[in-house]
């Protein structure tokens, strides 16, 4: 029942955070022009809207999780005993 996407998870993944920026954008962009279709009564294929949708969530998640392991990466390791003691 799955379809397959254009962009798999595992191929976006491997792509750096400047070539995730991009594809968002491209994905944007046609967002808004399957917007601007359906509006003008000129689309033919509706799941491309969902797919579309879908396929922005994917990058966006894989961004978040890239930045949180950069994140983590970054900062150094807190000192596990020195909380709660007097």
């Not at 254009?6 to 022009?33: G, H, I, M």
């Not at 994917?58 to 005993?81: D, F, N």
Request: net charge positive; hydrophobic share 30%; proline share 3%.
């Amino acid at each position: 029942m799955a379809k397959n996407a254009l962009y798999k998870a595992s191929d976006v993944r491997s792509k750096t955070p400047d070539e995730l920026s991009a594809l968002l954008l491209d994905l944007r962009k046609e967002q808004f022009n399957l917007r601007f279709q359906r509006a003008t009564g000129q689309q033919e294929g509706t799941g491309r809207v969902r797919e579309c949708r879908r396929e922005i969530a994917r990058v966006k998640t894989i961004q978040a999780e890239k930045t949180r392991c950069a994140r983590k990466l970054s900062t150094p390791a807190e000192p596990s005993g020195s909380a709660g003691t007097s």
